[in-house]
C-alpha cells in the first residue's frame, strides 16, 4: 500500500514537474535542462511534504527537519542524475518531453528506494526512534 500512496503523489508531483518543465521550455530562453532542474525543485517540495504526511505517515514519529536534512539533498543528488539520463535519452529522442518522461521513469524507482529507506524512517540511530530519542533528550 505504501508503494501504492508512494505512485500517487508520485503522479500529482510529475504533473507540477512537467508543467514547470513546459512552461520554462515553451516560455523562456532556458533549455530542458534548466527546465528540467525548476520542475524538480518545485515537484520535489510538493512531493516532500505529501510523501511525509499521506505516503510514509512519518510525520508523528520523524522530525520534520532531519528528514528534510535527508529529503532535500536526495533531491539535489538526483535531480542531476535525471538530468544526466535526460541529456543521453536526447541523443536518441528528438522531442524533449518523451525523452523526460523516459528519464523520470528510470530514477523513480531509485527515489522509492532511497526515501523509503533513508529519508522517511523513524529510525536515526539502529532500535532508537526519533520520538524515544526526542523524550530522552527532555
Known sequence: MTFIRYIIIQLFAY????????????????????????????????????HRHITFHSAETGSVWRQALRYFPLLAIMTPVSSAVLAVLLKWISHPVPAKIAADIICVAITYFLSRNFVFTGNFVPGVTEKTADKAQV
Do not use: R
Open 15 to 50: 504533473g507540477i514537474d512537467m508543467e514547470s518543465f513546459y512552461l520554462i521550455i515553451t516560455g523562456t530562453s532556458h533549455g530542458p535542462i534548466a527546465g528540467n532542474i525548476a520542475g524538480k525543485l518545485l515537484a520535489g517540495i510538493f512531493a516532500f511534504l505529501c
